[in-house]
């Protein structure tokens, strides 16, 4: 399937114009049936043919279906438009914070701190339902017109109840943010999800990821490998005490990490 024209209907509800696409598929901003605003997500054609593929993308919709919390973006509908599934998501207006990075560079001590605990908020809540994301990076955390933060994007969640849908020996998740076991292609946790929350707040605080001058394997090498680089390089006025608590999530073994994304945020806001 080729990107939809604005006009086209996908089910009840009309497009309005592309947000973004990827490897995976389309988003656009839709209005439904009452004028309600919505983002619309569709999973390419040729992926849906894709057994595999297509399961995970109907399990993202039911785990976003599943969770409700303040900072989770809840999918509001899920259907299926000329053999392609598709998910209607909750519209969140402000961009995403990989944007705000792009186009401020850093964020505010005090901004990384409500990522951190909105965000880990969020996270703790997947955990509870039985869920790993697996993806935590800046573009899948959502801002409104008031920068609270929104996670989105379930489409790595790992049902820690349900089948495995990745390939025996296949590492699933975002270079720049992915943890060691999940390069190594091991069991996942919430202590994986520590730690790609982990590199996303390194990258709010310094505009980017842990091991951005690196490329390719370099990268996994380093996640596996290499001690992350302090922030305070590039941020010399950081609190010892931030710094110290945002690295605790970056260690290399998942037991070496704190437990839960809700106890790692509140170390952070503890350290300042």
């Not at 209907?9 to 947000?19: A, C, F, K, N, R």
């Not at 919390?69 to 995403?96: I, K, M, N, S, W």
């Not at 869920?131 to 008031?146: C, G, S, T, W, Y």
């Not at 590199?199 to 951005?212: D, I, K, R």
């Amino acid at each position: 399937m080729l990107e939809l024209p604005a006009g086209t209907t996908v089910g009840p509800y009309e497009i309005h114009s592309l947000i973004a696409h990827g490897g995976m598929g389309y988003v656009y901003r839709a209005r439904g049936t009452f004028g309600d605003e919505v983002a619309l997500k569709l999973l390419k054609s040729d992926l849906a043919r894709d057994e595999t593929v297509r399961r995970r993308f109907e399990r993202e919709a039911r785990a976003a279906q599943k969770i409700v919390h303040p900072h989770v973006v809840p999918v509001l509908d899920v259907g299926e438009h000329e053999g392609t599934p598709y998910l209607a998501q909750a519209f969140v207006r402000g961009g995403t914070v990989q944007d705000k990075i792009d186009r401020e560079g850093q964020l505010s001590v005090a901004g990384a701190i409500a990522l951190a605990t909105e965000v880990g908020g969020a996270l703790d809540a997947i955990h509870q339902m039985g869920f790993v994301h697996r993806d935590v990076k800046p573009a899948n955390i959502l801002l409104d017109e008031q920068g609270a933060c929104y996670i989105t994007d379930f489409g790595l969640a790992k049902d820690s109840q349900g089948s495995v849908l990745t390939r025996p020996g296949q590492a699933v998740g975002s270079l720049d943010y992915m943890a060691p076991e999940q390069i190594r292609a091991e069991e996942v946790g919430p202590a994986t999800d520590v730690y790609g929350l982990g590199c996303v707040l390194l990258c709010a605080l310094t505009g980017q990821p842990p091991f951005a001058e690196k490329t390719g394997m370099g990268v996994l090498w380093a996640h596996l490998q290499e001690d992350p680089p302090d922030p305070r390089l590039v941020r010399p006025e950081l609190p010892d005490a931030l710094v110290i608590a945002i690295l605790a999530g970056l260690a290399k073994e998942p037991e070496d990490r704190p437990q839960s994304t809700a106890a790692y945020a509140a170390g952070i806001a503890a350290a300042v």
